[in-house]
């Protein structure tokens, strides 16, 4: 599961490693076995034909002997001149005959196998069931391999005389040496192309990935709200070709799908803020409405107060008309967007000029503070400023002694305005809702001023945020950087 984590290319340079290095131990394994099976059949065959030379030997000597051929002279004749002695020097291997009921009767070495006296019952079996009467027999002997031979001698006419063993001591030095030479050799060989392979995994697996990195950094990439790149990677295998066309053309639906949602939204952004100024406006027409059909009723020229009630319909009619403007003024702000103008400023001295439109006095504002240089755009800073305050004093009832704190200081690197009330506080449910165009709580307005405040901060790379305990007031944070 582990391996599984790891990323394509790892996997690649590990499994093609790991190959080699399998490949390597497997071949070393086979031609140690190969080595194996070559020496048990090269002693075997050299056995075989040391038994037929001596047999050869042990022919002529039956034929130049004085003595009768027959079982009970074999020792006779083998000792006649030492020939037993003589056939085994000549082919340098030991030589035991025994008898055909497998009595050891005559022995070249006799302490090489010193405990071999009579032959057991299971060789006497093999040795006459056997078609070729030809048995071999492998041991161990003083940690050596003994490959040991047992055939019969007979006459020339084919009849037994006795029983032939040869022991053969099977000497794999010079195979042992020659095994490890060649496994060093191939260990040399292997070394190196490990260290190929180590290099050309590398590399293979480095371009193999390269076109699937490209394609996930361009996915990693890809946002709804904005335009995404499509990959173009060149030449590629047909797998990488296909999954590339098809991100291509999910871009394509993507961009497609994205410019139709954004004109939806703002069709029915644009629809919704049409029906709140169109009820923003007709609240005011209805009275207006009525005083200007109320004077028509009315009017009277001879009516000595006449003067009054002129004054007194003009009056409504111009409050009317005044609430009117100041729609059409609050929307025509949150619809124009703030431009990016950047000049140097002194945001404590700025702040102050915004406070002077306010002449009351419970606004506190520590004007005596050291300048604070920052880059923003004089006239949308006054008009965060001048939104904050207003909400605060309206946030205030008016069974309430007002007290608004403005403070302007330096954090980290950052400009931090904070506008703080002794309000009604904003409640939980309504939190959430604080920054959302058409939102407010009170009676009259529109609810633009903190989503204009909050679109000016963001286009300036700064934050608004809030703090507020229900009942006992607010403090409104701004934070944008000084350059």
């Known amino acids: 599961m ?112 010193k405990d071999t006296i009579k032959l057991n019952s299971a060789i006497m079996d093999s040795l006459t069931s056997r078609y070729d009467k030809r048995y071999l027999v492998a041991s161990e002997r003083n940690n050596q391999k003994v490959l040991s031979s047992y055939t019969y001698i007979s006459n020339n006419k084919a009849k037994p005389l006795a029983i032939l063993n040869l022991p053969y001591l099977e000497d794999n030095d010079l195979i042992a040496r020659e095994l490890v030479e060649f496994l060093q050799r191939l260990g040399q060989v292997y070394i190196l192309m490990l260290v190929i392979a180590i290099v050309l995994a590398y590399f293979l697996s480095k371009y193999i990935t390269r076109s699937l990195k490209t394609i996930s950094e361009t996915i990693d990439q890809t946002r709804l709200d904005k335009r995404n790149k499509r990959i173009d990677i060149g030449d590629a295998s047909e797998e990488i070709y296909t999954l590339v066309s098809a991100y291509n053309s999910m871009i394509d639906e993507l961009e497609q799908s994205a410019a139709m949602l954004a004109k939806s939204e703002r069709e029915a952004a644009w629809r919704e803020m049409a029906k709140q100024v169109a009820h923003e406006i007709k609240n005011p027409l209805t009275p207006m409405r009525l005083t200007v059909q109320s004077f028509q009723r009315k009017f009277d020229p001879n009516d000595p107060k006449i003067d009054q009630k002129v004054q007194e319909y003009s009056d409504t009619l111009i409050q009317q008309i005044d609430t009117m403007s100041s729609i059409a003024s609050a929307f025509s702000n949150f619809a124009q967007m703030p431009a990016q ?62 007290k608004i704190i403005v403070d302007v200081f330096s954090e980290n690197g950052e400009v931090v305005i904070t506008v703080a009330d002794n309000g009604i506080g904003i409640d939980e449910e309504n939190m959430k809702k604080v920054f959302e165009p058409k939102f407010t709580t009170k009676t009259s307005g529109m609810g633009l001023g903190l989503g204009m405040v909050k679109n000016i901060v963001e286009t300036y790379k700064g934050s608004i945020t809030f703090t507020s305990q229900e009942g006992k007031g607010t403090v409104f944070k701004v934070k944008f950087p000084k350059k």
Do not use: C
Not at 41 to 58: F, P
Not at 348 to 369: H, Q, T, W
Not at 372 to 400: C, G, M, S, Y
């Open 2 to 113: 582990q391996l599984l984590k790891l990323s394509l290319r790892t996997r690649i340079f590990i499994s093609m490693t790991a190959l080699v290095l399998l490949a390597s131990i497997l071949i070393a394994a086979v031609s140690v076995y190969q080595y194996k099976e070559e020496a048990e059949e090269y002693h075997r065959e050299r056995l075989e034909r040391k038994e037929m030379q001596i047999k050869i030997s042990i022919d002529n000597a039956l034929k130049s002997t004085t003595y009768p051929v027959n079982e009970e002279n074999i020792i006779l004749i083998f000792r006649e001149r030492n020939r037993i002695y003589q056939i085994s020097e000549e082919h340098s291997l030991p030589i035991n005959i025994y008898d055909l009921s497998g009595k050891l009767l005559i022995k070249s070495e006799p302490r090489f196998v």
């Open 341 to 402: 103008k950047s000049e140097t400023l002194d945001v404590v001295k700025i702040v102050g000029l915004a406070l002077d439109i306010f002449n009351e006095d419970y606004i506190i504002f520590p004007s005596e503070r050291e300048q604070i240089i920052a880059e923003f755009d004089r006239t949308q800073l006054i008009r965060v400023v001048t939104n904050l305050v207003k909400n605060a004093i309206q946030a205030i009832p008016h069974d309430r002694v007002p």
